[in-house]
């Protein structure tokens, strides 16, 4: 392997870890409340329609990007009803969003499948993309691929050095203590669903404006679902969360190189590796319930009523 192929790789593999970045990072927000959602693969579909058709309609990155992210967060709304407020369980209302979300987005695309976008061109910083090694493989990239990096440093700040992260997380600790100091555990749970389904939805618009910028029904292919497991991967931290969505683009991309190098593989197993290699690092991690126990939020999946805890 060449340096170029290599380098090559490399800057694919950060813009196929992209959505996940966006996804996961939200669902990590929500997670950290207590609230399990798993209508992130319909959140994410939703918001790549959403996206996709506004920028068909406008050529607005940025109105793309707010179509994509309310759509999501409309999502969210709806599970957040259903789980929050009228308390239904969090585990089926979330399989049904995403089946919710499959059905609507077919429906949404359908005169929109032949449709193709110019994408999202590159940022080249002057002389900085001009520097080798270092400036194609960090400063030639699309806006949305750099606000992902933005986000993940926003995360770090907002858990760990923010009064509202430090809350956020002691409700997703012990709920009804915080009731009980005068938060409005529900309102703060409302809010980082939202988020969530924001940032998925976003991370739906990046796989349907800028990594393909073209809409195919069902074209998040399980990403949603791997951004679940994303956190689990990362024991909910957000730094890991960030590593383990390049891993999985690294072997989505690695797919596409490995016959090249002269490696006989069926494309059909090919296709299976990044799903397989989730599979196994969650079989891996969840060998160590200790582990699992430590850094997952306590009341993650536990519904929670102000009124049956007075």
């Known amino acids: 392997m060449n340096p ?4 090559n790789i490399l800057i694919a593999t950060i813009a196929a870890g992209t959505p996940l970045v966006y996804a996961a990072l939200g669902e990590l927000i929500v997670e950290k409340s207590g609230v399990l959602n798993l209508g992130v693969e319909g959140m994410m579909l939703v918001g790549a329609i959403s996206g996709f058709i506004t920028m068909a309609k406008t050529g607005s990155l940025l109105l793309a990007v707010s179509a994509g992210m309310l759509a999501g967060a409309l999502m969210a709304m709806v599970f957040g009803v259903l789980t929050l407020s009228l308390m239904a369980n969090q585990v089926a ?3 049904a969003l995403t089946i919710f979300g499959a059905g609507l987005s077919a429906f949404m695309g359908i005169n929109y499948t032949s449709v193709a976008l110019e994408g999202v061109p590159e940022l080249h910083i002057p002389l900085l993309s001009q520097l080798p090694v270092i400036g194609p493989l960090l400063f030639s990239y699309d806006i949305l691929i750099y606000c992902s990096f933005l986000l993940l440093g926003g995360v770090l700040w907002f858990l760990y050095r923010s009064r509202p992260g430090l809350i956020l997380k002691a409700i997703g600790e012990n709920p009804k203590s915080g009731h009980a100091l005068g938060y409005s555990v529900l309102r703060i749970r409302y809010l980082a669903v939202l988020f969530g389904g924001a940032m998925a939805g976003l991370g739906g618009v990046y796989l349907a404006v800028a990594y393909t910028p073209m809409w195919v029904e069902g074209m998040v292919a399980g990403r949603g679902w791997v951004s679940l497991a994303l956190v689990v991967f990362a024991t909910w931290r957000p730094l890991r969360v960030m590593i383990g969505a390049y891993l999985f683009g690294g072997v989505t991309i690695l797919q596409f190189h490995i016959q090249g190098f002269g490696i006989e593989i069926p494309a059909q197993f ?32 536990l519904t929670f009523h102000p009124e049956k805890n007075q």
């Open 93 to 95: 209302s979330g399989l």
């Open 4 to 7: 170029e192929t290599l380098m």
């Open 270 to 301: 090919l296709s299976m590796l990044p799903y397989l290699a989730t599979i196994l690092v969650l079989v891996i991690i969840s060998r160590d319930q200790h582990l699992i126990r430590l850094n997952s939020p306590a009341s993650l999946g």
